[in-house]
């Protein structure tokens, strides 16, 4: 049996499972996880997984391999995946959460199918109306959290309130940070602007006594410019803006690789520089920001890219572990009950 | 009198005006602008104006004053601005337009005074429900056209589907590309993916018999990646993952000069790359994406960035003499009049 901290693995999961998975957290152990205590319950096909083992040995001496029959397709549809699902390696890494053998699990698999299974598993936390999904992202001082980012395709002012009181407990376990600024994103700064439904959650989150750090509206520059720290908004916006600035980031970058590579002088003189370059090259990699969380069940669950490499499944299974050392799942239980008892006495209609 | 094409100039508006407005057709008519017929109307001040273009010869030789004796604040709200603002620079440059002693207005002011003075004055074109906001963004191969990027904050399918036959016969008329590939943006690529909303607006255009080379939805990633020229989305979106996308791009301009600046060395050797870095500065440069233009308008009216720099300026100005001298205007009548038969033919409810 395994002891200590540990961490359910979705080992099939993701384009290139289970090759990543194990590469992954071999890297993981092998760098940052160095001297953490954490082990790996590895759901998936049995012989694949001992063969990838043979070559990961950090990774087999923290790990059980659970077998499961079947996995989910990238490709399919949520409503598929539920019905179907049942004895996959993904419902089997969830059902070790729920049933109190791991903290937390790890998925690199097909979103919308890890969604509609971990919300059937581990249901709802009590008074969270909807699940939001949490992704970091660099600014310019260290780190913004954006949710919702795509678990829902839109939010009523209710929602919004409650993803800031989760984002902004999600926000204080994971980068042990006091008073993280808290905003809506919108697309201005004026009071006078914006939807309905966002000028109820800006008035509610004003209204508040909750000591949320709550400093209104920000736009969509403020995500890599580092106006906030938490960034509320429903899941559409909040999904388009993360991609675009995916986008945008990937795009920038094979200027600069045209730029350096465009002649043989500029292949020379870059050379010459590698150093900073390697650096630069590391600070704008999203393998280092890898890892977007399911908020608001019981239990925390932990989505990576599909398309993610090694190092990029290092990043989502670090915090993983810094989720799962935390004391969010308890926090945000007070928190939410607060919020709920608030609403209550200001008679807030959501 | 002023003869050729003749564009209206809002000289008051923006953050530095009138002074970049002068800097900014002076740099236009000395680079892009040389061979243009192009003749300006200045309303303003006109001792301020006169002043400047003591050391503008070029424009001081294609431009005629009209004197204003206000103008308004870059942080009015719409409302005030159209109580108090007849008769500023910013009324009357659209007014010219109105009165059709110009073909096209540019402002770098208030944007939602000149949407509302616009709407006021211009109307809306028979058939528009709403206008759009359109804005060019560099993608990979050339140019990505988003709209709406902030007119209004919300859309239903019906303007959606307006949006896209404005946005595709603006690209067509400015970018000179017989079939823009025209999109949605969304959450997902696949057809169940979005809200009631969009997935209504994707049924109706992909019904559409308008000849639209209409390719589906496209994600926030497409923007920057050239996934489709045309880009079509509500303006509270839109306006976000705009933002979204100059935020980043700054963010990795930043990282980029940290990476080159960081040491002597680094100094050293950009130094000696400098001919291919200041290629991938300009490439980078939002100045040479200024402008975002108002369609769904009896005219056509200019939006440049309110911090803009010269060179930015002229690049809003460049973007007028192009949308003036094509048969956009036209054209449009007759697309949208298309739309809407085919809305009563095929019974589509908006």
Known sequence: M??????????????????????????????????????????????????????????????????????????????????????????????SVKSGEAEIVVSAGNTGALMAMSMMILKRKQGVQRPALAASWPNEGGTSVVLDVGANVDADAGQLTEFAVLGEAFYRALYKTDRPRVSLLNVGTEDQKGNAVIKAAHERLSE?????????YVEGSDISLGGAEVIVTDGFTGNIALKTAEGTAKLVGRYMKDALQGSWWSKFTAFLNMRALLALKKRIDPSGFNGAVFLGLNGVVIKSHGGTDAKGYANAVNIAIGLAESDFLQTIDVTLEALHDEDDNIGFIK
Chains 1, 2 share one sequence.
């Not at 540990?6 to 194990?22: E, L």
């Not at 205590?37 to 391999?65: M, V, Y």
């Not at 006594?209 to 709550?214: F, R």
């Open 2 to 95: 395994l002891d200590g901290l540990i961490i359910s693995i979705d080992a099939m999961g993701g384009d290139d499972a289970p090759d990543v998975v194990i590469k992954g957290l071999e890297y993981f152990l092998k760098t940052t996880g160095k001297q953490r205590k954490a082990r790996f319950l590895l759901h998936g096909d049995q012989a694949a997984i001992n063969t990838l083992l043979a070559k990961a040995p950090l990774t087999k001496a923290r790990s059980e391999i659970r077998h499961s029959d079947s996995s989910i397709e990238m490709d399919a549809k949520p409503s598929q995946a539920l019905r179907r699902g049942k004895g996959s390696s993904m419902w089997n890494a969830i059902q």
């Open 208 to 216: 508040s006594q909750l000591g949320l750090n709550y400093i209104g």
